[in-house]
């Protein structure tokens, strides 16, 4: 069974830095894209960052130069290094799998596009 668990979510000030990171079991980690997405109060989820089986980045708009998504196949790992960390950048932060080829000169994936998902951890940046 495919399991995907985030850890490194915490409370952060302004300007701070966090880095989560995703393990992953039960799957084979190659055929597979990671990507991340982020749920704050009373709004949707919303993609913030993928990485293709081939190791292509892929951001949001709103955390381009800000963060950096990287794998350790190694370790079924992928990690999210989050920097100059904004109070709007809070909420529960999801890693998710998707089978299969993600276009890296394309749109992020949508959530529905995911085949599975963690459980999810929060990230709480004050001001």
């Known amino acids: 069974e495919m399991q995907l668990v985030e850890s490194g979510g915490g409370l952060v000030q302004a300007g701070g830095s966090l880095r989560l990171a995703c393990g992953a079991s039960?799957?084979?980690?190659?055929?597979?894209?990671i990507g991340w997405f982020r749920q704050a109060p009373g709004k949707e989820r919303e993609g913030v960052s993928c990485i293709t089986r081939d190791g292509d980045t892929m951001y949001a708009d709103s955390v381009k130069g800000r963060f950096t998504i990287s794998k350790y196949d190694a370790k079924f790992v992928v990690y999210l290094q989050m920097n100059s960390l904004k109070p709007e950048d809070t909420g529960i932060y999801y890693c998710?799998?998707?089978?299969?080829?993600?276009?890296?000169?394309?749109?992020?994936?949508?959530?529905?596009?995911?085949?599975?998902w963690g459980q999810g951890i929060q990230v709480t940046v004050s001001s």
């Open positions: 998710a799998a998707l089978r299969g080829e993600v276009a890296p000169d394309g749109p992020l994936p949508l959530s529905y596009q995911y085949h599975n």
């Open positions: 039960g799957l084979t980690f190659e055929d597979y894209a």
